[in-house]
Every structure is written in C-alpha cells, then in structure tokens.
C-alpha cells in the first residue's frame, strides 16, 4: 500500500453542515487541530456556536463522527454521533453553547462498542461509550472560551477517547483514498491500489468506519455537492454532475433526495434568503 503518499495527500475534508452557516446561529468558531499523529487522517474540526432560537432541522449524512457538548445554566451533557447515512432529525436550543469535535477519522476510537457498523445513524450519551470522563465535563462546563475548551480537550482526549493499538491501516487507507479519489467508486480500484480481495477491504472496513466503501463515497461525494452549489453562486446542477463524476444532473438530485428527502434546491433553502433562493431556482 502507498501509506506514504497517502498520507502526505492533501484532503479538502472540513465537515460541512448547513446549520453552521445558518443567520439564527451566532458566534460560531472552528479550527482543525492536530487529533492523532499515529493516524494517515491525522486531524479534528473543534468548533463552538450559540443558537439565537430554536432550530429543528436534519443534520445531513456525514462520513466523520461527532462529539457534541451542551453547555448551559444547569451544567452540561454530552453525546458521540456515529456516522450519520440520512436525514437525521435534532433540535439546537437557544441559551445553549455547543462545543464540537469531529475527528475526521474514527479508526481507533476507544468505544465500548468496537464494531462502529453499530453506531451508524444513532447519537447517544458520552459516557455509554467512553469511561472516565467526569473530569473533562467538569472543566468544560466551566471553561469561559473556545481556547479554553479546546485545550481542556487536548489535555486528556488520547487517554479518553483514543486507543493506539486499536488501528488498521487497510481502513485508514481506504478512507484517505476515497476521500482524494476523483472519481466514481470502484472496488476494482480498490483491489488493485490495495492488494486485498475485495470481500476483505469490504469487511474489514465496515467493521471500522462502520460503513460499506461505497456508501462512504457516497456521502463523501454528496458532501461535496453541497459545497459546490452553496458556494458557487455562479454554478448550476448540471456542472456539479459533471465535475463530480455524477452519471447525470438527474443523478445527482437521486442522491440527494435519498440522502436528504428533498431536492438540491430546496436543501439549500432551508439557510438562505428569499431573494437570493429565487435567484438560484431560475438559475438552476
């Protein structure tokens, strides 16, 4: 396996949610920091944000985990999001802080459950997953900022949440490739940059990531749609299916009413003004 150029692939994975960019979501902060050196995905997206009301929304299909910390008058709660495949409806509460972590790996990740297959789709408490974080709530719920937060993390999170000797490097692999890979997926591909059967690298990487490959290319690409029509003003769906290696523009709208229950545009409507919606549904 090319581990070493894989790992020195630049991967343009900064997880993309709506809501973040949502006009009723104030104070949002985020950084990529440095999670495990020992990984080939090696990174984590911290991020913090307040919510002005109350917003019930679905938080999109996404190929990293979540840890989300509640932080209000009455102390705080804590939950780990396994890898999310559809819709998935939540509710942010006003007078709510929300303090993220998204490693963009979750190969190693000491749960109590090992097998990740069963944490897809499902957010549960923290504790039900990790042992001994009474200290790490503690101090977060008391911390004043960002920094604080995130250094307050770093401090403990390799003992928390991290488990070194649990890698695999074929599934670590797999991911990397599948989030540089510009093309469709193919198992074909996989078999031959690998050198493993592709019953095993299926197997093994469900096992780990919790997902087949090629639902987590999926998303990985649907992830990417999402960027490409919220932040080109200029683009249009057939363009997206092009440069994405959507069959057509009738597949890329498949996907993302299997993905979301609704149409690109409409998706996009849920955060953005009227007038600038109008414009994008004549222009799309």
Request: with cysteine; hydrophobic share 35%.
């Amino acid at each position: 396996m090319k581990v070493l150029e894989t790992k020195n692939k630049h991967i343009l994975a900064t997880p993309f949610q709506l809501f973040t960019y949502d006009e009723r979501v104030v104070e949002y902060q985020e950084e990529i920091v440095v999670w495990s050196k020992e990984h080939l995905k090696a990174e984590a997206l911290f991020y913090q944000f307040r919510a002005k009301e109350e917003i019930v929304l679905d938080y999109l299909p996404d190929a990293c985990v979540n840890f989300l910390f509640e932080v209000n008058n009455r102390g705080i709660s804590a939950s780990f999001m396994g890898i999310i495949t559809k819709a998935y409806p939540i509710i942010i509460k006003p007078n709510v802080l929300y303090f993220g972590i998204k490693p963009y790996s979750n190969v190693g990740l000491r749960c109590r459950e090992k097998d990740q297959s069963r944490l897809i789709d499902t957010m549960v408490s923290l504790e039900t997953q990790f042992n001994g974080c009474e200290q790490l709530l503690q101090e977060l719920s008391t911390a004043t900022h960002f920094e604080e937060r995130k250094k307050i993390v770093l401090s403990q999170h390799r003992e928390l949440f991290l488990d070194e000797e649990e890698r695999s490097l074929l599934a670590e692999y797999l991911s990397v490739l599948l989030c540089t890979e510009t093309t469709a997926f193919s198992m074909e591909t996989i078999g031959r940059e690998t050198g493993y059967s592709e019953r095993y690298s299926q197997r093994l990487f469900r096992k780990k990531i919790g997902i087949t490959p090629k639902l987590y290319s999926r998303i990985i690409r649907f992830q990417n749609a999402i960027k490409a029509i919220y932040f080109d003003k200029n683009t249009t769906l057939a363009k997206v299916a092009q440069q994405l290696r959507f069959y057509d523009q009738a597949h890329l709208i498949h996907e993302f009413q299997l993905f979301t229950n609704t149409s690109p545009i409409k998706s996009i409507q849920t955060i953005v003004s009227q007038e600038t919606n109008e414009k994008r549904e004549d222009k799309l």
